[in-house]
């Protein structure tokens, strides 16, 4: 079954302790990204990656790491998470695809990562 | 500032009724789709219309893009419980071919 997978689901953790929020995909997509769900905010994103090795921010990158050594895989780094990075984290992948109206391609995203920073 | 904002913030409707959703965006697209997300789960891709179309269908659901306008609108006809959930409009920026921009969604309750 075509699927992102995210891990752990739930995660209650104090300020300062370092953690990684696992992402990994099986369609082969080139493009994964991680974003952010806050009430009334919409998705943000956090980072994106357009292939392995080629990783670059997006709009709320701060307090934030991640690395593509894998193609399937993009983990989420909070080297020392703080109470205002409790949010809801999806993970997100597709196969980039433009054509002259621009890019179409469809993103498939994780069940989502409950986070919470005490 | 936020691309895209969806209006309503919340919908509420009967069941059966068609439900209307709209999305207004600030910077010109390539093109603009639309997600459901049920209750805390990610979201699942509906639709997607291009900056040179209209109007689009698929199944219950109608899109139409008004470039002059900067908006979209999502109508969801004769709706059911399980439409209930919030859905999100992303526009895919002409300025940058890597971001596509997620609005704060509008939450639709379908009352059975």
């Known amino acids: 079954e075509a699927q992102v997978t995210q891990n752990p689901r739930y995660l209650i953790t104090v300020t300062g302790k370092k953690l990684t929020v696992t992402c990994s995909q099986n369609?082969?997509?080139?493009?994964m990204s991680w974003y952010r769900q806050d009430p009334g905010l919409g998705l943000r994103q956090i980072y994106y990656?357009?292939?392995?090795?080629?990783?670059d921010k997006g709009d709320v990158p701060e307090g934030y790491k991640v690395s593509r050594k894998e193609k399937r895989n993009f983990p989420l780094i909070l080297e020392s998470p703080s109470p205002n990075q409790t949010s809801l984290y999806f993970c997100?992948?597709?196969?980039?695809?433009?054509?002259?109206?621009?890019?179409?391609?469809?993103?498939?995203f994780g069940p989502g990562t409950r986070l919470t920073v005490l | 500032s936020q691309q895209g904002e969806e209006d309503p913030q919340a919908l509420s409707i009967q069941e059966g009724e068609n439900a209307t959703m709209n999305c207004s965006y600030k910077?010109?697209?390539?093109?603009l789709q639309w997600y459901r997300q049920n209750s805390g789960r990610g979201l699942v891709h509906l639709i997607l219309?291009?900056?040179?179309?209209r109007e689009k269908h698929s199944g219950r659901l109608r899109v139409t893009l008004d470039t002059s306008k900067k908006s979209s609108s999502l109508l969801i006809t004769a709706s059911r419980a399980a439409d209930t959930a919030s859905y999100f409009c992303?526009?895919?920026?002409?300025?940058?071919?890597?971001?596509?921009?997620f609005g704060p969604g509008t939450s639709l309750s379908v009352i059975p």
């Open positions: 997100a992948s597709s196969s980039p695809a433009w054509t002259s109206g621009g890019r179409t391609d469809t993103q498939y």
């Open positions: 369609m082969n997509h080139e493009y």
């Open positions: 990656s357009m292939n392995v090795e080629v990783t």
């Open positions: 910077t010109s697209i390539n093109n």
């Open positions: 219309i291009r900056s040179n179309e």
């Open positions: 992303a526009t895919d920026v002409k300025t940058s071919y890597d971001k596509v921009i």
